[in-house]
């Protein structure tokens, strides 16, 4: 029954992430043809602001991609499980868990999928604009991409080994913190919506306090102790924030599924 529950969610969710796609896409390419083709910086112009504004601008639109697709399948799981659709999807013969399920893992491919094509999309579109914007030496530019690789865990076939991983990770902990803040939310009398969505404001606050009260003390000590040679150890921290960072998640996620899945099995309060 779950691969029945799969793949109707996809087939009933899969047109506003694919255009949400195919307009981020559209976008890259024609950013990409611009910068590629516009007339490079000279050493007497340090910055060029219209570029500089455009690059921005196109950040700025590609990066809501994620608000939009998160607004999207927030509203879609209220919608077809605390709403009129509700009475009908409770009435299946399947368990709370399975319809949770099949509703996290389409969401968690559609925020996976959506993840890689920003990088994919964005990556070129900032490769071109970079020189564009602003003046390099001809060494400068390698010399940057080589620091950021490092610092992410020193070279590209390590960084996208740390980094897929951790997505897919990261995508499922998003869309059950979503799910998660939505259960909350109806066990509120009224104002249910604003109720849902300030659960999950309180939910990430309170990860991202709890993280940064662990993570800083740590990060503090070794810029202290290592001041000399911090650049050299900082891809060690970094792979080890990721460790740290994918389990967590892992736990957080299996936390945040029992909770939503109670909820709905104990607590079901339809509009």
Known sequence: MLKKLLRHEWLESWKVPALIGIIVAVLSAASAVYFR????LTSDVELHVGNLILFTSYTLVVCSVGLILTIYLGVRFYKNLYTDEGYLMHTLPVKPWMLLASKGLVAS??????????LVCVLPVTCFALPKMAYFEPEELPQLFD???NTLGGGIPETIFYLFPYLIVNCA???LTLYAAVCLGQLFNRHRVMAAVLCYLG????????????????????IITHADDFSLILPAFMRTIFFISFFVE???????FFLSDYIMRKCLNLD
């Open 109 to 118: 491919a559609w925020l996976w999928i959506s993840n890689i094509l920003l």
């Open 203 to 222: 939910i990430n606050a309170l990860i991202s306090t709890a993280s940064s009260f662990f993570v800083l003390p740590g990060m503090t000590g070794m």
């Open 147 to 149: 620091a950021l690789t």
């Open 250 to 256: 892992i736990a957080l996620s299996a936390a945040l």
């Open 37 to 40: 083709f516009a007339p490079p």
């Open 173 to 175: 902990f998003s869309a």
